[in-house]
């Protein structure tokens, strides 16, 4: 069974994922800021981030720490144990590109995750590590479903998604 290596497994998302997910894969769900320890994955999940309007100095802190640096957090040190083939996919937001008045901060930190993931793309493209990321508008009972957003992740780990990297996936209703 492929292992795969999730932050924010534990979050609403997450929950619903690894339940999607768990009779194909071996699902790992890191803590916190909680280094990853396999020898193996075939992909990572990065599922955590964190919601903040405002523009001051701490918030954008924040919403670094949480939307981009939790993600090169997980998968750098684990990178070279991805397979060959594998996959990485990560929840960035709609409103990476939208840039609605009010988000400076939030925005700024996924469209950093946005570039991390479209560079990463590009030097795992050799070893056929498919890299990609999901944009919802907004996730939950006002916006994309959350087993709408498992399914899309679904595929994105599936043989016929192999192709498909680089790929910022806008999600709306």
């Given at each position: 069974m492929?292992?795969?290596l999730?932050t924010?497994?534990t979050?609403h998302?997450?929950?619903?994922?690894v339940?999607?997910?768990?009779p194909?894969?071996?699902c790992v769900?890191l803590?916190?800021?909680?280094?990853?320890?396999?020898?193996r994955?075939y992909g990572v999940?990065?599922l955590?981030?964190?919601?903040?309007?405002?523009?001051?100095?701490e918030?954008?802190?924040?919403?670094?720490?949480?939307?981009?640096l939790s993600?090169?957090r997980?998968?750098?040190?684990l990178?070279?144990?991805i397979?060959?083939?594998?996959?990485?996919?990560?929840?960035?937001s709609?409103?990476s590109?939208?840039?609605?008045?009010?988000?400076a901060?939030?925005?700024?930190?996924?469209a950093?995750?946005?570039a991390?993931i479209?560079?990463?793309?590009?030097?795992?493209q050799?070893?056929?590590?498919?890299?990609?990321?999901l944009?919802p508008?907004?996730?939950?009972?006002?916006?994309?479903?959350y087993?709408?957003v498992?399914?899309a992740?679904?595929f994105?780990?599936?043989?016929?998604?192999?192709?498909?990297?680089?790929?910022?996936?806008?999600?709306?209703?």
């Amino acid at each position: 069974m492929r292992t795969l290596l999730f932050t924010g497994g534990t979050g609403h998302l997450g929950r619903i994922v690894v339940e999607r997910l768990s009779p194909s894969y071996e699902c790992v769900v890191l803590g916190r800021n909680e280094a990853p320890d396999l020898d193996r994955a075939y992909g990572v999940l990065h599922l955590a981030g964190a919601f903040a309007l405002g523009s001051n100095v701490e918030i954008f802190n924040s919403m670094l720490d949480a939307n981009l640096l939790s993600a090169v957090r997980a998968i750098e040190p684990l990178r070279a144990n991805i397979e060959d083939g594998g996959r990485i996919v990560a929840i960035s937001s709609f409103a990476s590109r939208t840039m609605p008045a009010g988000f400076a901060a939030y925005a700024a930190a996924k469209a950093a995750l946005n570039a991390y993931i479209e560079v990463l793309a590009k030097e795992l493209q050799p070893r056929r590590i498919a890299v990609n990321a999901l944009l919802p508008s907004t996730l939950g009972p006002t916006g994309v479903p959350y087993e709408r957003v498992a399914d899309a992740i679904a595929f994105l780990l599936s043989e016929a998604a192999a192709p498909v990297t680089g790929q910022l996936i806008a999600m709306t209703l």
